[in-house]
């Protein structure tokens, strides 16, 4: 028997550079998955600004509510057309809060969905390298 240790072949990487090749090509898989559940960035952004435009509609109901108050208090009217009109104001802001709450939780569950099944897929793909 020959006592020589046994040589790489030339032109073929060594073990540990495949090695680091493989661990690299994982790397590079978990960063891709890694930035698809950061693009949730745009959707709270979206969110946040149509709470901050419902808020904008919620001090506008507000500002002419104050001026019907102003009004009934200045002038003797018809109290029941006021609250009537009052009511319907009431109503309209109701609506319009309500629809816009149920769209952004639609989105906050849309968004959980999504990051859900990316922590699936991400659990298979370490199941699978392990």
């Not at 500002?63 to 609250?83: H, K, N, Q, W």
């Not at 802001?93 to 629809?99: E, F, G, M, V």
Request: hydrophobic residues 35%; glycine residues 2%; charged residues 45%.
């Amino acid at each position: 028997m020959n006592e020589e240790t046994t040589r790489d072949l030339p032109g073929k990487p060594s073990f540990e550079e495949r090695v680091f090749a493989r661990f690299d090509t994982v790397d590079s898989r978990l960063e891709k998955l890694e930035s698809r559940s950061y693009e949730t960035k745009p959707v709270w952004e979206r969110a946040l600004k149509e709470i901050l435009e419902t808020r904008q509609d919620v001090v506008e109901v507000k500002s002419r509510v104050g001026v019907l108050e102003t009004e009934v208090a200045s002038m003797r009217i018809d109290y029941g057309a006021i609250r009537s009109e009052f009511e319907d104001l009431k109503r309209e802001l109701i609506r319009q809060l309500s629809r816009r709450l149920d769209l952004v939780l639609k989105t906050m569950v849309d968004q959980r969905d999504d990051i859900r099944d990316a922590e699936d897929r991400i659990k298979q793909i370490e199941t699978k390298l392990a």
